[in-house]
């Protein structure tokens, strides 16, 4: 039906180091807009989902043409997003090796054939662990998927009500996760206070990363703690966003559980693969966990260590690594 179509613009990604990288930002930003014909976000254009798609699509391409022969000092990723599907509309890419480009999907596999190791984008979609990424792709890999699907029971199981990253929608489905292609913190507490939170208690089974990150943020909430300081994991895990945007239509960056980090080492030989190919960060010697340790909870809390390969307790005043995920 006609309606009115709102979308949202910005930078999903950047990399710069040169004091002019502000100025590039806002050059390519001004170019979209003069397109488009707007001067800021959100903006709505009127007509079926799929028309307004294509008419903002066509003129994110002239935005992008009258860019490209531009010679670029960083690299930027700039995507335009419908808000009320979540679909990225458009990817533009401006590269200082001037591999310049525009695309709709950054990946070309559908969502429902995903598997474990598969590469995953900013814009939400995926590629095959297999492909051969193009430098332009690497810059717009946000993680891989660590597991496909969501189990209601069984070792795997995920009972947990999920929200997308803006905090309110509920999420209909939940079609699998992905862990993070670089690390949230090299090392850092899970919460140096000697008290029991309330998280799941399993080292081995169990996805419940995002409720246990949502009960650690509302009992700090309640406490009326700084987050930074009184559960510095979590804080870190959370705080990705700032620095890797998840798609819309996620869950957001949340710490894995116990048992989400037994299957990331159960299946760690493809996950890594897939992340140095996709130029990410590679194992640190321990990373945490959101799940409390069964024995003293009020002190301990799950860890994992590819030293030794298995899940142990940890005293939460301890300082590792911490890796996101997301769910999607």
């Known amino acids: 039906p006609v309606t009115e179509v709102t979308y949202t613009y910005g930078f999903s990604n950047m990399s710069a ?16 807009q003069a397109a488009l014909g707007i001067t800021g976000k959100p903006f709505t254009k009127k007509g079926t989902i799929e028309e307004c798609d294509k008419q903002v699509y066509e003129a994110c391409r002239k935005a992008f043409d009258s860019l490209k022969g531009e010679a670029w000092q960083g690299d930027y990723t700039f995507q335009v997003t419908n808000v009320g599907t979540g679909k990225v509309v458009c990817t533009a890419i401006f590269s200082a090796d001037d591999e310049n480009l525009t695309i709709s999907t950054i990946g070309n596999k ?25 430098s332009w792709q690497k810059a717009a890999c946000i993680g891989v998927v660590l597991k496909k699907g969501r189990d209601d029971s069984g070792d795997w199981a995920d009972n947990g009500n999920y929200t997308l990253k803006d905090g309110t929608t509920l999420m209909p489905e939940v079609h699998g996760y992905v862990l993070a292609l670089r690390d949230a913190n090299e090392r850092c507490q899970w919460g140096s206070y000697e008290i029991e939170v309330g998280c799941d208690k399993n080292n081995n089974s169990g996805f419940n990363g995002y409720s246990n990150t949502q009960t650690i943020i509302a009992f700090n909430k309640d406490k009326n703690w700084n987050l930074p300081d009184a559960f510095p994991a979590v804080y870190y895990a959370t705080n990705h966003e700032t620095v ?10 949340f710490l894995p559980s116990g048992g989400q980090c037994q299957y990331w080492l159960n299946k760690r030989d493809v996950i890594l693969t897939s992340i140095l190919n996709a130029g990410g960060d590679g194992w640190k010697d321990e990373y945490w966990s959101s799940s409390e340790y069964g024995r003293t909870p009020e002190s301990r809390a799950y860890f994992f260590d590819w030293i030794f390969g298995g899940m142990y307790g940890g005293f939460k005043r301890s300082k590792f690594a911490v890796r996101a995920c997301l769910a999607f």
């Open 17 to 32: 180091s040169h004091p002019d990288f502000l100025e590039e930002m806002s050059k390519i930003e001004k170019g979209f």
């Open 110 to 134: 559908a969502m429902e054939d995903a598997d474990t190791g598969d590469f995953y984008f900013s814009d939400g979609s995926f590629a095959d662990k297999s492909t051969e990424l193009a």
């Open 244 to 253: 890797c945007p998840a798609p819309s239509k996620t869950s957001g960056w």
